[in-house]
Nanobody, 125 residues
Framework: HVQLVESGGGSVQAGGSLRLSCAVS????????MGWFRQAPGQEREGVAA????????VYADSVKGRFTISQDSAKNTVYVQMNSQKPEDTAMYYC???????????????????WGQGTQVTVS
């Protein structure tokens, strides 16, 4: 059973930085992509960043390109997102996600992941 545990959320001033981590336990060898979504109050959940486990290809939402960087540590089964130059509109609950059997994201198309974390709050003021 795959479990995802996020950490690193918190409050930061505009222009500041945070790094989120997501540890994946019960790692499924079919995991081919890991990523992050976010959901602000009253808004739909949106894909933020994703990384393919083989090859390291990345996908980013236009709203975070140039500011967020996703990375992975395969030895630790952990995915990170470094968030720089943060803006108040980055305020949201951030969710880690993995794709095992489904199609991973590409371009601006974000298919439903197979597993989700519980979420960690990021507040930018």
């Amino acid at each position: 059973h795959v479990q995802l545990v996020e950490s690193g959320g918190g409050s930061v001033q505009a222009g500041g930085s945070l790094r989120l981590s997501c540890a994946v336990s019960g790692y499924n060898t079919r995991t081919h992509c890991m990523g992050w979504f976010r959901q602000a109050p009253g808004q739909e959940r949106e894909g933020v960043a994703a990384i393919y486990t083989i090859g390291g290809g990345t996908v980013y939402a236009d709203s975070v390109k140039g500011r967020f960087t996703i990375s992975q540590d395969s030895a630790k089964n952990t995915v990170y997102v470094q968030m720089n130059s943060q803006k108040p509109e980055d305020t949201a609950m951030y969710y880690c996600a993995v794709w095992t059997s489904g199609i991973g994201p590409y371009g601006s198309t974000w298919y439903e992941p197979d597993y989700w974390g519980q979420g960690t709050q990021v507040t930018v003021s």
